[in-house]
């Protein structure tokens, strides 16, 4: 699912606030990030068990508009903070 217009607007406040810098750590550039539009969503492997679980938390993501280097940030405490 998309993010809302205020999800969008909470994660690009949150960037500004944290000061996260245009330049990437893997390439150098200053081409600046694109934002995925959703919440990347992740699964817990239960290897004992052989168990495949969602989990409750997700991430945000960055990625680079030069090399496409990928920054995730936990989406949760940017939300709902």
């Not at 699912?1 to 500004?16: D, N, R, T, V």
Request: charged share 15%; hydrophobic share 40%; net charge positive.
């Amino acid at each position: 699912m998309p993010l809302s217009k205020a999800q969008e607007k909470a994660f690009q406040k949150w960037l500004g606030d944290h000061h996260v810098s245009r330049t990437c750590p893997a390439c150098g550039s200053e081409a600046g990030w694109t934002a995925y539009n959703e919440i990347l969503s992740t699964m817990i492997l239960d290897l004992e068990q052989k168990k495949i679980s969602p989990s409750t938390n997700g991430f945000l993501v960055l990625t680079c508009n030069n090399c496409r280097h990928i920054l995730f940030f936990a989406a949760p405490p940017i939300l709902q903070g």
